[in-house]
Structure formats: C-alpha cells, structure tokens
C-alpha cells in the first residue's frame, strides 16, 4: 500500500481522468484503461468513485481491458444494471468479468442474474446477499432525499474519524475516504447511492454458471458481519470465496497486491492458486 494513497489516487486521476458516458438519459463516470486481454468491470460501493480502483488497473492495464464506473446521479438498482448492460455492449466489452465491492457488489449481483449472456463471470465482494430490512438501519432510516446532506456526510465522517488516527493501521484508507464523502462525491450521487440500497429489489436467481461466480469478503469487515458474509456464499455457492483475514471493508485499497492476484486468477491470467497469498488465507 502506498505511503500516502491521497496523493497515489490523486496522480491516477490526473493521468486518467473520468469520462462521461450517457445511458438511458443518466451520466455515469468512467475510466477506460488497457487495450487487450480479458474484459474486467469494476464498481465501486457508497464511498468511492471509478478511480478507488487505482492499484488494480494500474497493474493490470497492460493485460486486460478495464472500465471503471462511478454512479450516475439518479436511478437505482434496477436502472443502472440495464445502463451497465447498455455499456457493455456499447464499448465492446462482452464477456467481461463484473467485480462490485459493497454496493456495486449488490448491483453486480443484480446484473449477473439478469444479464448473464453480456457477462464472463462476477466476483461480489464485501456486500450484501439482501436489502431485506435495510430501511430499519441508519443513515437509510432516514429520509434520504430530504436530510440535510451535512447529517449525511457527518454520519459517515463520525465513523471514520475513529480510524484516521495516526496509530490506527487504516488511518490512510480513513482520510482516503473522508476526502470522497467531503465533496468527491456530489451530494445528488450520494443520495442516489444509498437511496439505492434502500428501496432495491431483492435479487432475482442467479443464472451464471457456479464456475463463474466469486465472493470476496473480510474478517475485519465492519459493515459486513460473518452472517451476511455466510448468506451472500450461500447464495452465491461460488467457485471460489475468497477471504482476507484483515483488511477492512475495501481490501482494493489496503491489500491491493493480493486484491489485484485474485482478479488474475478469476480472469484466467494465473493458474488457481499461484497468485493468492500462501498461509492461512490460501485455506479459506
């Protein structure tokens, strides 16, 4: 990880800024990068744009075609699973793989089940297997559309000033991510993302084949409990569940060579099992 990942993320953005990509009357972000081998979509979750990605595609640019999204301003799960279809299509993408992290990992799941023959494979990691009772948990008990959005950006900023302490071994990630939720992410997309978990369907049943389907998930994952993890495997029983034993809800930030080693695996640039770390995580 580097030393300091504002500065790595903001060197990214610069030589690789967003475009925008109009689908069904929304505007999506996007960042295209590499121009051969396997396809790879990544979505990123509520705190995060295309670019929370950096690591993975900067190290995968000169091996795989990568199209990073960062949510559009209206719509919902739903919606944004029919764009993302559209988007594929449209940039020639067909058969890519779709990594979703937390809400992009729900979002993929939708897509996975409801456009299975656009894609190669889905890894959903770090997410939920259900919106089922969600409006009963803060901030989406609130009014998502009518609370002040200082309440909103406070609730997650309160969260995360408990971590951007200097001792604290996600001090980095925190002032990573309190610099998305304090203004690089619009207020109209904030609200989307959580509306959109709040009043999201159930996912339909899965339809890709099992030997493409992946999970990702973390011991230390603090909005994702063990039983959440359980469910989303159950559902999904993927081929292969990842695991990091520490390494927070985002691995893609804080353990990036060992994120970026599974996507390898996944994508068939690396036979099973040479790339993910040895120890105890190779077990799970």
């Known amino acids: 990880m580097p030393k300091n990942l504002i500065a790595a993320r903001d060197g990214f953005a610069k030589a690789h800024p967003e475009r925008r990509f109009s689908v069904n009357g929304r505007d999506w972000g996007g960042i295209r990068i590499g121009d051969t081998g396997p396809a790879l979509l990544l979505i990123p979750g509520t705190l995060g744009r295309a670019d929370i990605f950096w690591q993975q595609m900067l190290a995968l640019a ?19 699973a029919d764009d993302i279809a559209a988007l594929i299509s449209r940039e020639g993408l067909e058969g890519a793989v779709v990594l979703g992290s937390s809400l992009g990992g729900y979002l993929a799941q939708y897509l996975a089940a409801t456009h299975a023959g656009l894609l190669g494979g889905l890894v959903a990691a770090n997410t939920l297997p ?27 900023t309160n969260g995360l000033s408990q971590w951007a302490v200097p001792d604290h071994p996600y001090c980095q990630l925190a002032e990573l991510l309190l610099d998305e939720v ?42 994702i409990p063990p039983d959440w993890q359980q469910r989303v495997r159950g559902l999904l029983q993927p081929a292969r569940a990842y695991r990091f034993q520490k390494a927070s809800h985002f691995p893609y930030v804080t ?25 105890p995580e190779a077990l799970l």
Do not use: C, N
Not at 188 to 206: F, I, N, T
Not at 256 to 271: F, I, K
């Open 255 to 279: 353990r990036p060579a060992e994120y970026t080693a599974l996507l390898a695996e996944v994508l068939g640039l690396a036979h099973p099992g040479t790339t993910w770390p040895e120890g």
């Open 62 to 80: 000169d091996k795989v075609r990568i199209l990073a999204l960062s949510y559009p301003s209206s719509g919902g799960i739903a919606e944004w």
């Open 130 to 156: 259900t919106v089922k009772g969600i409006d009963q948990l803060p901030p989406y008990s609130l009014d998502l559309m009518q609370t002040p959005i200082g309440d909103l950006r406070a609730g997650f």
């Open 182 to 223: 304090k203004g690089r992410i619009p207020e109209p997309e904030l609200r989307a993302r959580l509306q959109a978990l709040k009043v999201g369907p159930e996912l339909p049943v899965q339809t890709l084949p099992r030997e493409r389907r992946f999970t990702v998930e973390s011991g230390d994952d603090h909005l």
